[in-house]
C-alpha cells in the first residue's frame, strides 16, 4: 500500500502536470493549426488503412 506522503506527492504531480499540459496546448493552439492543418486527412487516411489491412488479413485466415 501506499504510504500518505506517497498519496500527497501523486496528487501534486498530476495537478502540476495537467496545468502544465492545459497551459502548454493553449500556448501552441493556434501555432498547430497554422503548421498541421491537413494532419486530420493524414491520420484518417492511416486510421482506415489499417482497418482495411486488419480485415483482409482477417478474412485470409477464415478459408
Known amino acids: 500500500?501506499?504510504?500518505k506522503g506517497q498519496l500527497i506527492f501523486t496528487l501534486f504531480f498530476l495537478v502540476v502536470f495537467i496545468v502544465g499540459m492545459i497551459w502548454s496546448y493553449r500556448k501552441d493552439a493556434f501555432l498547430n493549426?497554422?503548421?498541421f492543418k491537413g494532419a486530420s486527412k493524414t491520420l484518417l487516411g492511416i486510421i482506415i488503412l489499417l482497418i482495411l489491412l486488419f480485415l483482409f488479413v482477417k478474412m485470409r485466415h477464415l478459408h
Do not use: A
Open 1 to 3: 500500500m501506499f504510504t
Open 33 to 35: 493549426r497554422l503548421h
